[in-house]
């Protein structure tokens, strides 16, 4: 079962993160990359996780890739951070950056990936939630962090793997590497499902 999860599917992987890349190099998976023409938009009165839902699904219908077969699986994700009732993206710049950092300083909020896989003949969707609790952070930690790292790239302004969450989260309830972008092992117990 194993070896027919891993390596017996032409996996494509829609996305730009290298974050995701690592991951599904570490879970041992072959998988080529591929690009969505999706512009990444979302009806404004979606919560939680519809956003990422409809984000990842987006970027899969949005990839047209010629050679498909009936082994090619697309897998393409989306992660927001939701705190305070609201989904916070990638900052734009610092002072966004800053101030999404001093939102979450000292609470508690989400991370939460949603996922959709298809093939020539199916597609299934899920979601994955993390609780990420952040100490209070101070101006002057926020400030190097943000000089140091430029977390443009990341919703919520951070990378957990990073100087921040090594110093500032103090507790995940959860999928530690959905934190980082992708829940390897709920995407394993998927392709499991899907192999069989």
Known sequence: MVGKILSDR???????SP???????????????????????????LKREEIPLY???????????????????LI???????????ALGKPHDAAEAREMLQTLSGKTHEVITGVTLKSLTA?????????VTFADLDDDEVDYYIRQYRPFDKAGAYGIQEWIGLMG?????????NVMGLPVQHLYAELKKWAD
């Open 10 to 16: 032409d996996y494509i992987l829609v996305s730009h």
């Open 19 to 45: 974050r995701r890349r690592q991951l599904l190099e570490g879970l041992g998976l072959q998988f080529r990359l591929a690009e969505s023409s999706a512009e990444e938009v979302c009806p404004a009165h």
């Open 55 to 73: 984000l990842s699904n987006l970027k899969a219908e949005g990839c047209v890739v010629d050679d498909m077969t009936e082994k090619s699986l």
């Open 76 to 86: 393409a994700a989306d992660t927001i951070v939701w705190a305070g009732g609201k």
């Open 123 to 131: 597609k299934r969707q899920f979601h994955n939630v993390s609780k």
């Open 169 to 177: 989260v103090k507790g995940i309830e959860g999928c530690f590497y």
